[in-house]
Each structure stands twice: as structure tokens, then as C-alpha cells.
């Protein structure tokens, strides 16, 4: 009987029913095992189990969990099995009337037959990486009070961290030196490296606890919007923060931001696109009333998150509640539907000059726009780093569409694998979104890194051209100049929502 600790969790956005909020510190199971008195099946499929904690708590802030603390997979597929079997549907997040879709396996590929699942290995050992580094946690004796890294890491992996603020940072690689766990690793290395676990005298245990859920709330069966992508963001919003303008400017706070904001943004993403929860009338889209509905949940995830762990507990409330909100107001920022709008006003404020960084308001606007570039700045990485994530996010799209055409739904744009490929894809990103925000960044912050970006964007675009001759030969009519590319990005590009954010 193998054990998975990764758990379905419940985010502060998700409606909890009534009765569950009518019981006081309950626990329940959901299996027709026969460890549990095997009763009936169909009686057993309406209790999905959950943990609740007070029932005067209607917001239900502190319920994340539908399933038993521990689950075992094999009694979860059996009962699967079962349910099936008796005629029920599989448990699912979305609420359309024909359309079965787990977002938990939507991008999930058959394991053979016979062979040991590649995760399985990676938690065994991390396991065993955890015993290990659990005595810095509780207090053992050590060189550095702050070395997180366990004997195991000491290597190559943090060579990697040495060389973090390079633009040519591997994150693949290091996310294999890390054994996948390169989002906790990398986030606390550079809260670290700027003093915040100090300055903000935040605890060990919680902090570490709070990125080890950031991860696991990551859908790691996506290709594309997984926790390397977000270490990847938070990596590059690094190099952002370095820059001399910022760097001479962002306080402790902003910085916090910051880096929590670029860890945090795609926080349990689904795999899947704003249109396509909308269509098939997902109970996100109707919370959020089809506005920015991603990245709204993104964002009460992570509130959810911070306080379950209480990171922030020393802090006056006031701050705490500040971090919350502003934390929002920078996630909510890389909704890709609204790229023109902040694009506008950012060129507006270059136009007129009137960036004032020691204003706190024009600093968070700042902050923002560095993270809509961190967001979207894979086609500015080295061609070898820019293709990987060009593959992965087209693959996302494609499976989108290969969903649609089965339920016989609209397919998305770009979702097509028939009508588009990646080169076509990508080309029409670049031009439409990538270009026209980082040509004004470069002249926000004129510097060698932001030269080197749009360097490398012009080198992969002319890649992919190559690639695709025809969409090379369009491109080219439609570009204008690249300081004033089209105000209005391609409908076709926009309307993904924030599929590629």
C-alpha cells in the first residue's frame, strides 16, 4: 500500500457546503474499502470527506482539505472504481452539465506498465532529504543557522545558487539538482540572500512549511504552469529587482512582495485557459463573474496559504492584512487580457518622465510591470532555455483544444494542433505581447540586461521564422516599430486570457 502525501486541498474561493460547515473538528473518509466496514457504495460516494474546524467560520478560511489527512492510493482508485462501476461520476472541480474533466489529471500521461513512476523516486528521496534536513529545523547545531540545503545539495546545486542572478540560469537543471523541489529551494535562498527572514524575523518552520505548500499547490502534471515555471518567474524577477533603478529604490517590504508575488502567481493553476473555464460554467468563473478568474484564485490561494501557516503572525495585523492586499494587486497584474492596459499607462508615464520611485504608489505600479515581464519573459531567455518553454506551453495548449474537440466546444485560439504549430504560435506571441512590453522596459531601465533580453527575443523569433516561412513572411508586414508596437495586440493572441501567464 504506497502512501501520497500530496492532497487535494480546498483554496479559500471554493464553496464548502453547509453541512460541512455544521460540524465541529469532524474527520470522514470517502471509500468503499473494506477497512472501513465496506457499506454500501453508493451511500459511501456522497461523503467526500473533509476537516472542518468551527462553524461559525463561514468563510471557511481554514478548510483546505476535501480528503482524509491521508490518503492511500490504492483505496483511491478502487473506490473510483466502484463509483464507476454503481453509475456514479468522478469527483470534479467544474461544474459543466456534460463535461467530466479532473483538473488533478487533465494533464497526466499513462504511466507503462511495470516501470517505477519517475515521482515516486523523487519523493522517496526527498524523504529521506527531509529527515535529514528536519534537524536544522529543530534547532541541531550548524555553521549557518539559514543553510537550508542538506549535505546532498551542497554540490552543483548550490553552485546554481551562487550564480542565481544570471540571466542564463538553467532553472531546468537546477530543478533536476534539487530533485523538483526548485521553487522552495530557490524562494527561500533569496529571501536569504536580501536579509528578509531577518529583517521580518520570520519562523523557520513556517516559512519552509508555507513553500512547501506554494509547490505542492503547483500542478506538477502540467506542462507548462507547474512550479518550475514558477521558480523560473521568480528567478527572473530577481534579475529585475537587481537592476540599478530598482535597486536603488525598492524597500524591504517591496522586495517581499516581490519575490512572494512571482512564487505565488499561478498558484494552483488547472492547465487551462479563463474561456475555457467560463464555457463550461466552472464554479471559478461564476465567483469571479468571468473577470480575471484565474488569477483572483491564484491570489486567495495564497492568502489561504499564508494563513494557514501563520507566516506572518509576528507582524501587526494592519501589515499583515497590507501584505495580503497588495500581494493581490500584483497577481491580478499579470492577467494577460488586461496587457493593454498597463502597457498604456507605463507608456505614458515614460512619455511624460513622471516615474517617481520614491513614491510608494508609482513603486508597487513598477513592481508590477516587472513581474508581467517575469510572467511572459521565456522568449527572451537563450534559444536553448526559450524553446523547452515554448514546447511546454504550446503542448498546454494544444491538449486544451484536444479536450474541447472531444466535448465538441469551441476551441480555444491557439489551442488547435491542427490549424497552428509552434513556430506560429510563438511568432504571433512575440510580436503582439512580448515585444511591445519589454521595448518599454528597455527604455524604464536602459541596461545590459534588458539589452541581452531583447537580444535574445529578436535571435528566437528569427528561429521560429525560420521555422515557419509563411507566418515569417506575415510577421514581417505587420511589425511596426519595435518602440511602438501595435496598441492593440492581437485579439487572437489576448483573447487566451491568461493561458500563457
Known amino acids: 500500500m504506497e502512501l501520497c502525501y500530496q492532497l487535494p486541498v480546498l483554496p479559500l474561493d471554493r464553496p464548502v457546503p453547509k453541512h460541512v460547515l455544521s460540524r465541529r473538528g469532524a474527520i470522514s473518509f470517502s471509500s468503499s474499502s473494506s477497512l472501513f466496514g465496506a457499506p454500501d457504495p453508493r451511500q459511501l460516494s456522497q ?103 542538506d549535505e546532498d545539495y551542497c554540490g552543483q546545486a548550490k553552485c546554481m545558487l551562487e550564480k542565481v542572478g544570471s540571466w542564463n540560469f538553467d532553472i531546468f537543471l537546477f530543478d533536476r539538482l534539487t530533485n523538483g523541489n526548485s521553487l522552495v529551494f530557490l524562494t527561500f535562498n533569496l529571501l536569504n540572500q536580501y536579509g528578509l527572514i531577518e529583517l521580518f524575523q520570520l519562523d523557520m518552520v513556517k516559512l519552509r512549511r508555507f513553500l512547501v505548500l506554494v509547490q505542492e499547490d503547483y500542478h506538477n502534471q502540467n506542462p507548462y504552469h507547474n512550479a518550475v515555471h514558477a521558480a523560473d518567474v521568480t528567478q527572473a524577477m530577481h534579475c529585475y529587482l537587481r537592476e540599478p533603478k530598482l535597486a536603488q529604490s525598492l524597500t524591504s517590504f517591496d522586495i517581499l512582495l516581490g519575490l512572494l508575488a512571482a512564487a505565488t502567481h499561478d498558484l494552483d493553476h488547472p492547465g487551462v485557459n479563463q474561456p475555457f473555464l467560463i464555457k463550461t460554467n466552472h464554479y471559478l468563473a461564476a465567483l469571479y463573474r468571468n473577470t480575471s478568474v484565474l488569477e483572483n484564485h491564484h491570489w486567495r490561494s495564497a492568502v489561504g496559504l499564508l494563513r494557514e501557516t501563520e507566516l506572518f503572525s509576528n507582524l501587526p495585523a494592519e501589515d499583515s492584512l497590507s501584505i495580503e492586499r497588495q500581494l493581490g494587486s500584483l497577481i491580478l497584474a499579470t492577467d494577460i487580457s488586461r496587457q493593454n492596459e ?114 535574445h527575443l529578436g535571435l528566437n523569433k528569427a528561429s521560429w521564422s525560420a521555422m515557419e516561412p509563411e507566418a515569417s513572411g506575415s510577421s514581417e508586414e505587420g511589425e511596426s516599430e519595435p518602440g511602438r508596437a501595435t496598441d492593440e495586440p492581437s485579439s487572437r493572441v489576448l483573447s487566451q486570457g491568461s493561458q500563457e501567464s
Not at 473510483?80 to 483538473?103: A, K, T
Request: glycine residues 6%; positive net charge; charged residues 25%.
Open 47 to 149: 461523503r467526500r470527506g473533509a476537516i472542518s474546524y468551527d462553524s461559525s467560520d463561514q468563510t471557511a478560511l481554514y478548510i483546505r482539505m476535501l480528503g482524509a489527512c491521508v490518503i492511500f492510493k490504492q483505496l483511491f482508485s478502487r473506490d473510483v472504481r466502484v463509483r464507476s462501476q454503481v453509475g456514479f461520476e468522478p469527483e470534479r472541480r467544474g461544474s459543466h452539465p456534460y463535461l467530466g474533466v479532473d483538473f488533478r489529471t487533465l494533464h497526466s500521461r499513462a504511466e507503462s506498465a511495470g516501470t517505477i513512476p519517475a515521482r515516486r523516486i523523487r519523493r522517496l528521496f526527498s524523504f529521506q532529504r527531509h529527515l535529514l534536513s528536519s534537524r536544522l529545523l529543530r534547532g541541531a547545531p550548524h555553521l549557518n543557522p539559514l543553510h537550508i540545503l
Open 342 to 455: 498597463y502597457l498604456s499607462r507605463f507608456r505614458t508615464h515614460l512619455d511624460e518622465n513622471d516615474l517617481c520611485l520614491g513614491n510608494a504608489s508609482h513603486r508597487h505600479f513598477v513592481l508590477q510591470m516587472a513581474l508581467k515581464c517575469a510572467d511572459i519573459c521565456n522568449p527572451c531567455r537563450p534559444w536553448e532555455l526559450s524553446k523547452q518553454w515554448s514546447e511546454k506551453v504550446t503542448d498546454e495548449f494544444f491538449h486544451q483544444g484536444d479536450i474541447e474537440k472531444k466535448y465538441k466546444l469551441e476551441i480555444s485560439p491557439l489551442c488547435d494542433s491542427e490549424a497552428n504549430t509552434i513556430a506560429s504560435v510563438q511568432i504571433g506571441f512575440m510580436t503582439y505581447v512580448v515585444e511591445p512590453l519589454f521595448a518599454e522596459w528597455a527604455r524604464f531601465s536602459d541596461t545590459r540586461l534588458s539589452q541581452t533580453m531583447l537580444g
